[in-house]
């Protein structure tokens, strides 16, 4: 289980790290005034953490039920919502207050790009402001899910060689 969680997190900081290459090179092509279309950035992003983090759990090692597979890759969600919480109690006290949450917001970098998008749209951005807390449990709920298939495809698989198929 603590070799599932450290994969899981240095997938997870991998997966941040790449996505925060591919924004900055958006970025920069932007500045230079070749304008990449939003819904091409939207859509390659999206793809790249969806599959990033899915086929990043078929990778990891099975444990024994669901429940432990979902607890073996956790560290993820329980270091962001520590994250979360210290930015939550500390935001009063900064001058800058949302200042504060760049310790969370670069922990769960793979948010930023599709936050900086979606600020063009005002609403969806302060609901996105609102709910962070979600944002801590959508790695881990991605990793499980390819675990799971993983696990799934296993059973199924041997459920066959038992048939004889």
């Known amino acids: 289980m603590i070799k599932n969680n450290i994969f899981a997190l240095i997938l ?7 996505i925060a290459l591919f924004y900055q090179s958006v970025e920069n092509f932007n500045s230079l005034g070749i ?3 939003i819904m091409f950035s939207i859509v390659v992003l999206g793809l790249y953490f969806l599959t990033g983090y899915f086929l990043g759990g078929k990778l990891i090692s099975l444990q024994k039920k669901s429940i432990m597979n979902l607890m073996s890759v956790s560290s993820i969600s329980f270091i962001s919502i520590g994250l979360w919480i210290y930015c939550s109690l500390n935001e009063n006290g900064v001058i800058l207050a949302k200042a504060i949450w760049l310790y969370y917001f670069n922990y769960n970098f793979f948010i930023i ?3 900086a998008i979606m600020k063009k749209w005002a609403n969806f951005y302060a609901y996105l402001w609102n709910f962070k807390i979600i944002i801590s449990f959508i790695p881990v709920l991605l990793i499980w899910l390819g675990m799971e298939v993983k696990r ?3 059973l ?7 048939r004889g198929i």
Do not use: E, S, V
């Open 12 to 18: 997870h900081l991998l997966i941040g790290f790449l």
């Open 35 to 37: 304008y990449l279309d």
């Open 113 to 115: 790009p599709l936050a």
């Open 152 to 154: 799934f495809c296993r």
């Open 156 to 162: 199924q698989c041997a459920a066959n060689q038992d």
